[in-house]
């Protein structure tokens, strides 16, 4: 299976921020990765899918970037509805796989 | 609007069974290849199995092949995950979750249900 791995796995950071966060997987997965965003008690939505496309109804301060073996999600400005969990997903080949997440704290 | 309403999670003993099924309305179901993808509690997201649009074809996780058997009714618009061996490691909230693509398979999960919860415990 491919690995996927997530820097960092807390990332603490105040409202009007730039954010950035890294995905890296064990084997090429082109440009096969997707994004999610989820908050406590609640389903993950997607946020992003073949690295880069925004979903729609996702805001624009929400971009992705990478190919290969890694990838960037990127919260242009930071805002309070933006704290949660966010994890990276490969969809090359199955089993599919996710990363391991990284929480997005108020600092 | 999308609705995805899983059911039939509870507490069952090691090396029982459990049959999770997850109700589906306001999309064309049977256009849509669609998933399971569980959580641990205070884990991350490990995706579980997916099931074709007709439902002629199925892939496993490593993790419950062999145990787990996914299934759909098109006509009932619903799903079904009947697992079987369980064990502890199987303890988590199972979401039933939409292929985004309508004609054929992205592997990308556009809407979620609200989950269900299974504990594995003696």
């Known amino acids: 299976d491919i690995q996927m791995t997530q820097s960092p796995s807390t990332l603490s950071a105040s409202v009007g921020d730039r954010v950035t966060i890294t995905c890296r997987a064990s084997q090429s997965i082109s440009n096969w990765l997707a994004w999610y965003q989820q908050k406590p008690g609640k389903a993950p939505n997607v946020l992003i899918y073949?690295?880069?496309n925004l979903e729609s109804g996702v805001p624009s301060r929400f971009s992705g970037s990478g190919s290969g073996t890694e990838f960037t999600l990127t919260i242009s400005s930071l805002q309070p509805d933006d704290f949660a969990t966010y994890y990276c997903?490969?969809?090359?080949?199955?089993?599919?796989?996710f990363g391991q997440g990284t929480k997005v704290e108020i600092k | 609007q999308v609705q995805l309403v899983e059911s039939g999670g509870g507490v069952v003993q090691p090396g029982r069974s459990l049959r999770l099924s997850c109700a589906a309305s306001?999309?064309?179901?049977?256009?849509?290849?669609m998933n399971w993808v569980r959580q641990a509690p205070g884990k991350g997201l490990e995706w579980v199995a997916v099931?074709?649009?007709?439902?002629?074809?199925?892939y496993y996780s490593d993790s419950v092949k062999g145990r787990f058997t996914f299934s759909r009714d098109n006509s009932k618009n619903t799903l079904y995950l009947q697992m079987n061996s369980l064990r502890a490691e199987d303890t988590a909230i199972y979401y039933c979750?939409?292929?985004?693509?309508?004609?054929?398979?992205?592997?990308?999960?556009?809407?979620w249900g609200q989950g269900t919860l299974v504990t594995v415990s003696s």
């Open positions: 099931i074709s649009y007709d439902g002629s074809n199925q």
């Open positions: 306001g999309f064309t179901f049977n256009s849509h290849a």
């Open positions: 997903q490969q969809y090359k080949s199955y089993s599919l796989t």
């Open positions: 979750a939409r292929d985004r693509s309508s004609t054929g398979l992205s592997n990308i999960f556009d809407y």
């Open positions: 073949e690295t880069s």
